[in-house]
């Protein structure tokens, strides 16, 4: 399968589906990512590195300081 049609089965936009075609092309079935849309490709499995609490805060920090501008 290609990245489009990854993209279009799964309902996932076009460079995610490059990213899986990619990985399985490697033969790498785990994607470290912390797009929680590609937990939907079966063919995958999904770890997102980061802790949600970290994540959490990042985004306080960069919605605060879009505020400001």
Do not use: C, Q
Not at 2 to 28: H, K, M, P, R
Not at 35 to 46: C, R
């Amino acid at each position: 399968m290609n990245s489009l049609n990854y993209a279009t089965t799964y309902n996932i936009e076009s460079w995610d589906g490059y990213i899986v075609t990619l990985a399985l092309s490697l033969g790498a079935r785990v994607v470290y990512s912390m797009d929680k849309e590609l937990s939907k490709v079966k063919e995958i499995t999904v770890i997102n590195p980061f802790p949600k609490d970290a994540i959490d805060k990042y985004h306080k920090y960069i919605k605060a300081k879009l505020r400001k501008t």
